[in-house]
T-cell receptor, first 111, second 112 residues
Framework: RKEVEQDPGPFNVPEGATVAFNCTYSNSASQSFFWYRQDCRKEPKLLMSVYSSGNEDGRFTAQLNRASQYISLLIRDSKLSDSATYLCVVERRAGSYQLTFGKGTKLSVIP | EAQVTQNPRYLITVTGKKLTVTCSQNMNHEYMSWYRQDPGLGLRQIYYSMNVEVTDKGDVPEGYKVSRKEKRNFPLILESPSPNQTSLYFC???????????FGPGTRLLVL
């Protein structure tokens, strides 16, 4: 099992749709989890950290299931500006700064 | 403006010619890291530093060196570049383990 695996995509969805991204990780000792967004040929930017209790930021909701070693990101009411590649990121040990990135899932929101 | 800067942004070089990519941050961050991004492989961590004079290997350190002599700078050194080091390189920094990581704009390197 790869350390961090994501849906390969691409996801092509109409404006206003709800889209969900999934990510699994293999190291059960992993402590910190993040979703990043990367626009074409640009640097990744943090979208949100993922907490055990789940967290929401506007149209974005992140969930963590430690038992299944699974992270998700839900985007509601998709906008054209949401088109990007979404990267799942796992920190292997608490405080280690050893980060493993998933390969990313490309999202295209279509008018 | 808080930022991470990298230089150069674009570089074409030849096999074996030593080069350095500089990374500087103006946020007084403790943590700095280098990544490379390749199609189909995603972002992979090369080296990271948790403080001045403290560096450690990431997943793909072979062929690279780093140094952290001062907090703001974290240069990436390729002593003898090879074509398989052709890639997009990102530097990043963050203040503490829990906080957001900020990325530089990237350096596109082509080794002929």
């Amino acid at each position: 099992r790869k350390e961090v695996e994501q849906d390969p995509g691409p996801f092509n969805v109409p404006e206003g749709a709800t889209v969900a991204f999934n990510c699994t990780y293999s190291n059960s000792a992993s402590q910190s989890f993040f979703w990043y967004r990367q626009d074409c040929r640009k640097e990744p930017k943090l979208l949100m950290s993922v907490y055990s209790s789940g967290n929401e930021d506007g149209r974005f909701t992140a969930q963590l299931n430690r038992a299944s070693q699974y992270i998700s990101l839900l985007i509601r009411d998709s906008k054209l500006s949401d088109s990007a590649t979404y990267l799942c990121v796992v920190e292997r040990r608490a405080g280690s700064y050893q980060l493993t990135f998933g390969k990313g899932t490309k999202l295209s929101v279509i008018p | 403006e808080a930022q991470v800067t990298q230089n150069p942004r674009y570089l074409i070089t030849v096999t074996g010619k030593k080069l350095t990519v500089t990374c500087s941050q103006n946020m007084n961050h403790e943590y700095m890291s280098w990544y490379r991004q390749d199609p189909g492989l995603g972002l992979r961590q090369i080296y990271y530093s948790m403080n001045v004079e403290v560096t450690d290997k990431g997943d793909v350190p072979e062929g690279y060196k780093v140094s952290r002599k001062e907090k703001r700078n974290f240069p990436l050194i390729l002593e003898s570049p090879s074509p398989n080091q052709t890639s997009l390189y990102f530097c990043a920094s963050k203040r503490t383990v829990q906080e957001t990581q900020y990325f530089g704009p990237g350096t596109r390197l082509l080794v002929l």
